[in-house]
């Protein structure tokens, strides 16, 4: 019986820590993005990650969140759905996290509009999530007023010119991106490895301090 993590957080090279998440029964993807899933292979799909992201779901939806709330305080940014993708059931928990650690960047992405809406207030300055979309997006998805974020991008695709795209993600997995990718001005640096990670960049969790 699995008896829960060691620590909430999980570590990785690129967003240095995250709080990961199932793929079932909480992605909702599309086309492209289910095609390219980084977290359907390797680690993240691997036994023990599978049961984690399933523990942390629901702890992440549970009554007391106190010990996720110490492992977040002394971080600079925790990256939000590292792996999977946020629910409706985590948006009370991720309001209180980030009022409880307020020196901390909760940030993300999820495909969802109605979690993005959700959790970007004014008064939360400390919680920011993108919109996920590529070319396989529902149109409905593109009426989203806020800040989005675009991949997986593969090669033939062309890439909006719209100023709400903050991130382009080249559809890549283990470090490589794809055969015939040309570079696109908005690119993820890390993606084509000019910075280590997400501290050496900080694009996705400064953009609306301006
Ligand atoms: S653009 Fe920067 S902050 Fe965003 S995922 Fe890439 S490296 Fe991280």
Redesign the pocket.
């Known amino acids: 019986m699995y008896k829960g993590p060691t620590t909430i957080l999980s570590e990785n090279r690129?967003?240095n820590c995250s709080i990961d998440l199932p793929i079932a029964g909480h992605c909702r993807p599309t086309a492209n993005c289910s095609r390219a899933c980084y977290a359907k292979r390797g680690p993240q799909s691997w036994p023990l990650s599978s049961r984690k992201h399933v523990w942390t779901s629901q702890y992440l939806a549970s009554q007391n969140i106190t010990r996720l709330c110490h492992e977040c305080h002394t971080r600079t940014a925790v990256r939000l759905s590292g792996s999977g993708d946020l629910l409706p059931a985590h948006i009370p928990n991720l309001i209180r996290l980030a009022t409880a650690c307020p020196h901390t960047i909760f940030w993300g992405m999820t495909r969802k509009v109605e979690i993005a809406t959700a959790v970007n207030k004014p008064q939360l300055p400390n919680l920011r999530i993108l919109v996920t979309v590529d070319a396989t997006s529902p149109a409905k998805t593109w009426d989203y007023n806020g800040t989005l974020c675009y991949g997986p991008r593969h090669p033939a695709d062309t890439v909006p010119n719209d100023p709400r795209i903050l991130?382009v993600f080249p559809a890549h997995y283990i470090g490589r991106i794809q055969k015939g990718t040309l570079h696109h001005p908005k690119d993820?640096?890390?993606?084509w490895h000019r910075?280590k990670?997400?501290a050496a960049?900080?694009?996705?969790?400064t953009w609306w301090k301006g």
Do not use: E, L
């Open positions: 690129k967003t991130t993820c640096p890390a993606v910075v990670g997400c960049c900080k694009r996705c969790y």
